[in-house]
């Protein structure tokens, strides 16, 4: 089932796509079906409930200022930052629904942390009632954010993917698929994406969108880079990417050389967007705001050093990179899982870390082959890998992940590239057993902050 490169990137504010960007997508949904209904006017409360993940790591996440957002009808990439809509909502105690219509709003009231719930459906569930004046149930709904920002109705939760959702001409399910169609058609895997989002819109507008991306995705960096201070949340975390390039100027402008110094580049850029996830800041979804920093410094390790080598224009190059990482990450949404609450962190800094070694394989002129042997390694060694935030904070050890995972992605690449293509482990192996490994995990490691680092490391 083909998923569109634009539903796998999407713009939004940090620091998580499950807890964030979904619930804050859940509740404007939830609005504008008030809007839809004619309920607007009469709804006088709004009540919300949180489950399992999102209630156990809501606070850390921002979740419930996501459904004030949400609420509010505001969008995650347009919003003003500078604005602090929370904020007014607590002083004044009052809320725009949809921007249309005021009612009364406490969050402390309105929003339920329910941690001794979950829904059987999904970790990620939330419940959002709608009543009048006189207390009586006007409308109830139940969504569940199920990873990279998408929700799903109850309704919709369980439904079968056979069915494309997206009318488009290549549409494929698994990576023997996508591989058998590209040798049929003769085209590489960006070729196949690029066709299909042909389809979808104007390909001239295809390729400015991807640029915004890109651009989105290099202004985190850099906005990373220049922003000192400390990270909100109670662990107090100073930002360590100001600092670590401070230091790489430093052995510039002292022509100090160290051949591993590309690793510290990889781990600044990696650094610096998974920081600016964490403060609330816009970024990318590649293919979660977890792993938010993998692809854009793998990306940038391309455009300053890779590209040198490859047969593509840099500019070229970057949509390649992103046609082909779209494309992996469709096999993962169809096939696995891309949420920490389902699967863990596997499914997280491990699938961005995948898609980011097969676009940068792409970008560098690999083979279909190539690119699907890169990323294989780079998720066969993320296989395991539990989600356990501190404090339920996307911080501690997430944005080191990041970094680890973009270093991780280049030597998968630089594997693959060194070799023919042939493999003995499938792309399709390595997503079921990524998947089997990720529904057998205990819950607790699932973005519970109940057990792992979350729990050994400190208390919070």
């Not at 430093?250 to 051949?259: E, G, M, P, S, Y």
């Not at 967007?273 to 792993?291: I, L």
Request: hydrophobic share 40%; glycine share 10%; proline share 3%.
């Amino acid at each position: 089932m083909y998923t569109s490169l634009f539903d796998v990137f999407s713009i939004g504010i940090g620091p998580s796509s499950s807890h964030t960007m979904g619930p804050m997508r859940a509740a404007a949904r939830f609005v504008a079906d008030l809007s839809e209904r004619g309920l607007l006017e009469q709804t006088a409360e709004v009540q919300t409930e949180l489950y399992g993940s999102l209630a156990l790591t809501g606070e850390g996440h921002g979740t419930p200022g996501a459904v004030i957002y949400g609420l509010q009808g505001l969008d995650a990439e347009t919003l003003n930052l500078a604005i602090d809509y929370v904020g007014r909502v607590n002083s004044t105690g009052h809320l725009s629904l949809g921007g249309k219509h005021d009612i009364e709003f406490r969050p402390e009231r309105h929003i339920a942390l329910r941690k001794d719930i979950t829904l059987p459906e999904h970790a990620n569930g939330m419940r959002l009632q709608a009543l009048n004046s006189t207390g009586e149930l006007l409308y109830s709904e139940t969504f569940f954010s199920v990873g990279g920002g998408a929700i799903c109705r109850r309704s919709e939760m369980g439904q079968s993917t056979d069915t494309p959702t997206q009318s488009v001409p290549y549409q494929f399910r698994t990576c023997a698929e996508l591989m058998e169609l590209c040798e049929r058609e003769n085209i590489t895997i960006a070729g196949a994406v690029r066709c299909n989002e042909a389809s979808l819109r104007p390909a001239q507008l295809v390729s400015h969108r991807v640029r915004h991306l890109c651009k989105t995705m290099s202004e985190a960096i850099e906005r990373g880079i220049s922003t000192p201070g400390t990270l909100p949340g109670i662990l107090r975390l100073t930002r360590r990417a100001p600092i670590i390039y401070r230091r790489l100027e430093k052995l510039f402008h002292d022509n100090r050389t160290d051949a591993l110094t590309i690793i510290d580049w990889i781990n600044l850029w990696a650094f610096a967007v998974a920081e600016e996830n964490a403060a609330g800041g816009r970024v990318v979804t590649a293919p979660t705001m977890g792993s938010a920093g993998v692809l854009p410094a793998v990306l940038r390790y391309y455009e300053r050093y890779g590209h040198k080598e490859s047969p593509f224009s840099l500019e070229g190059g970057r949509e390649v990179f992103l046609l082909t990482a779209s494309a992996i990450c469709s096999l993962y949404r169809a096939n696995a899982s891309i949420s920490g609450a389902e699967v863990g962190c596997q499914g997280e800094v491990g699938v961005a870390c995948s898609m980011a070694a097969a676009g940068l394989a792409a970008a560098m002129g690999g083979t279909n082959a190539q690119i699907e042997n890169a990323a294989e390694i780079a998720m066969e060694h993320n296989l395991g890998l539990t989600c356990d935030p501190i404090c339920g904070l996307v911080q501690v050890p997430c944005i080191e992940r990041n970094a680890i995972g973009a270093v991780k992605a280049v030597n998968a690449t630089r594997l693959a590239l060194r070799g023919d293509g042939s493999h003995y482990v499938s792309l399709d192996s390595v997503i079921a057993t990524m998947y089997e490994t990720g529904r057998n995990l205990h819950s607790d490691y699932k973005e519970t902050a109940l057990a792992g680092l979350a729990t050994n490391a400190l208390t919070c």
